[in-house]
């Protein structure tokens, strides 16, 4: 039987896809990459923003239309956190949380005997030292914990994702030495906030995780998650210290959502724009970095004056990259009794912002201009020929060459770059 899998969302939404392909592989199940040489469709499925889950219920009803006899499993964060939504939309499709994917293998079989199952309860597997199929063969998408320890106003993941749960140190080191065994390059370490790791038992043990991984035996390079900046604040010393190692990524992702205090207040994000701003000064300060931030524009009741507060941070900081979200109001959320702000003047903020974090991003890009140094090429570029790596910052690479070289380091010398890239030439 044939098995095709779509997949939304983060980064542990695709490892989790990967999970569910080796699961289903080991059951003697054929994974395809076309939904019409399926048997069976599993959508994994994100419930973050309602933009993503109004294109999911979309695709739904697309493959309905479409392929009206095509048996459906529908995984993921929707099935944990809106399931009575997709007995609606779907009701002949099999539901599977987040929470108990181990289970593929038992719903997959069921649907295709043409029964309908719902595997949506909140126990947690531990989704370690399964079998995996990579998307990216170098690339070891290694989930540290599950689940949120905030609160945040705008935010649903938790509704999804539930509490936080950490996972064994000893899993996750056992996961990427066979990963690095295996001949993976990069590890990428993923949780819905990596700081969060080990507060669940009362300690904040993410820079000492860190460490055992990187003293790790083999050549591999590490890219840390999400991070939320509190967490960093409460570690800040001792997580600059976890970077020191030549494995680590000098890359750092704390997003910051808004450049104003009383916004972040409404937003019940637990720090102040000074506390972000000494996280960006103090790692630049010990290391060339790249980081990034994300912000949501339009949060419900933002004034001008607050958004041109978010305006000045980004100019101020010139991150490398920022993630940016129009807020959308989100069931169950606290800020959906908010006042929402009209959608015009939501558009006109996003433009705005988007012209300055390309501006802020491409000279920040520009000043690594006649630098050069080795690479580890982890994809390939959209063209014949060309190729993307990675430089110790985590700075994408392009490079023109010929032949397979996934996986390979190279060594290069930037050229130009532009607002998401850098531009390389290899040399001998």
């Known amino acids: 039987m044939n098995i095709y899998i779509e997949t939304y969302g983060c980064s542990e939404n695709q490892a989790e896809s990967e999970i569910m392909a080796g699961i289903l592989t080991k059951s003697g199940y054929n994974i395809v990459r076309k939904i019409e040489d399926a048997d069976l469709a ?96 170098i690339i070891d998408i290694v989930p540290i914990s599950s689940g949120c320890s905030g609160a945040c106003s705008f935010c649903a993941t938790k509704i999804a994702k539930g509490n936080v749960v950490s996972y064994p140190s000893g899993k996750i080191l056992d996961e990427i030495r066979i990963a690095v065994k295996g001949g993976c390059k990069e590890i990428w370490l993923t949780s819905q906030d990596t700081g969060a790791y080990g507060m669940d038992k009362g300690e904040r043990s993410l820079p000492r995780l860190l460490k055992w991984i990187t003293s790790l035996d083999g050549k591999f390079f590490v890219r840390l998650g999400m991070i939320n900046p509190d967490h960093v604040n409460k570690m800040l010393i001792e997580l600059i210290e976890a970077y ?78 920022v993630n940016i979200s129009r807020y959308a109001m989100r069931p169950g959320t606290k800020a959906a009794e908010l006042e929402q702000l009209p959608t015009d003047i939501v558009k006109e903020r996003t433009r705005k912002l988007t012209n300055i974090v390309n501006i802020a991003a491409h000279e920040r890009n520009r000043e690594w201009i006649n630098w050069e140094g080795e690479i580890l090429i982890s994809e390939k570029g959209k063209k014949n020929g060309q190729w993307i790596g990675r430089n110790f910052a985590y700075k994408p690479v392009i490079i023109n060459k010929s032949g397979d070289l996934l996986g390979k380091i190279i060594k290069v010398k930037i050229i130009d770059a532009i607002p998401t890239a850098l531009e390389g030439w290899p040399i001998k």
């Open 42 to 137: 599993v959508l994994n499925t994100c419930y973050v923003k309602s933009v993503t889950e109004q294109k999911i219920f979309y695709r739904i009803g697309e493959i309905q239309k479409v392929y009206p006899d095509k048996k459906m499993v529908i995984a993921g964060c929707i099935s944990s956190a809106a399931p009575e939504r997709l007995v609606e939309i779907a009701p002949s499709a099999s539901l599977l949380s987040t929470h108990k994917i181990t289970k593929i293998g038992q719903v997959v079989k069921k649907t295709l005997e043409g029964k309908r199952v719902e595997e949506v309860g909140e126990e947690e597997d531990v989704k370690l030292l399964l079998p995996k199929i990579r998307i990216n063969p």
């Open 244 to 321: 020191n190692s030549k494995k680590m990524y000098k890359f750092l992702h704390a997003p910051v959502q808004s450049g104003d205090n009383e916004i972040l207040k409404k937003m019940l994000r637990p720090y102040f724009v000074e506390e972000f701003k000494e996280i960006v000064d103090e790692f630049r300060k010990a290391y060339r970095m790249t980081i990034w931030t994300d912000v949501i524009v339009g949060f419900p009741e933002e004034t001008e004056e607050q958004f041109k507060r978010t305006l000045e941070l980004i100019k101020e900081t010139k991150l490398d990259w």
